[in-house]
């Protein structure tokens, strides 16, 4: 393989990771930023702490799964290492982070 089309695939894989990670991120983050009822849960450091850090380890698994399989193997399973790391990551992140997604229980208190 020649070397600019390895750096060109590695470049995808980080960009595909880091794409994953925004998509996977959008959903599980809407309620913190809203707040939900008078904007009560509202929490941003899922924009200034845990976005960035998504996004760079969903950029960062599958390039360094990429970069470390294709020295001793084809690129096939470089291209295939990849993708099991970003579907591990990804797995991982929805397992592993879960912000705040329903108002305080403070709100079911009977006769309040």
Do not use: N
Request: aromatic share 12%; glycine share 12%.
């Amino acid at each position: 393989m020649k070397p600019e089309a390895g750096r060109r695939a590695g470049y995808f894989f980080a960009g595909l990771g880091a794409l994953a990670g925004l998509v996977v991120w959008v959903p599980r983050a809407a309620f913190s930023m809203d707040g939900g009822f008078e904007s009560h849960a509202r929490d941003l450091s899922v924009l200034y702490a845990d976005l960035p850090l998504i996004l760079l380890g969903g950029a960062l698994v599958p390039l360094l799964a990429w970069t470390l399989t294709i020295r001793r193997l084809p690129p096939w399973a470089g291209a295939v290492a990849a993708l099991a790391a970003l579907a591990l990551g990804v797995w991982g992140l929805t397992e592993w982070w879960t912000p705040r997604q329903h108002p305080d229980p403070g709100y079911d208190i009977p006769g309040m």
